[in-house]
């Protein structure tokens, strides 16, 4: 079974900045795209960054320009920078690592809470 462990949630001022991280206990290269997703209270899980398996990147609207997915393939890890933290980010954020599109392979993370006052 594979398992995704999150880490590096916590609470920070608005304008401040967290870094993600996410291990995984499987070679990153064995999913198809690996992503950080993120829900807040009351709304949907939302896509928040992907990076596949070929290292393209993809980017939800709202967090272009202030965060960045990137991979360390030595360490299994697949991270998520995030800078000029607004309070709108406030969410438990979630690790995903998915197979290709016919394949079953589908996993998250158990989620770490990001929190940020105004």
């Known amino acids: 079974q594979v398992q995704l462990v999150e880490s590096g949630g916590g609470l920070v001022q608005a304008g401040g900045s967290l870094r993600l991280s996410c291990a995984a206990s499987?070679?990153?290269?064995?999913?198809?795209?690996m992503g950080w997703y993120r829900q807040a209270p009351g709304k949907q899980r939302e896509l928040v960054a992907s990076?596949?398996?070929?290292?393209?990147?993809n980017y939800a609207d709202s967090v272009k320009g202030r965060f960045t997915v990137s991979r360390d393939s030595a360490k299994n890890t697949v991270s998520l920078q995030m800078n000029s933290l607004k309070p709108e980010d406030t969410a438990v954020y979630y690790c995903?690592?998915?197979?290709?599109?016919?394949?079953?392979?589908?996993?998250w993370g158990q989620g770490t809470q990001v929190t940020v006052s105004s």
């Open positions: 995903n690592a998915k197979g290709l599109p016919l394949s079953s392979r589908n996993y």
């Open positions: 990076i596949t398996k070929g290292g393209i990147t």
């Open positions: 499987e070679s990153i290269f064995s999913f198809n795209v």
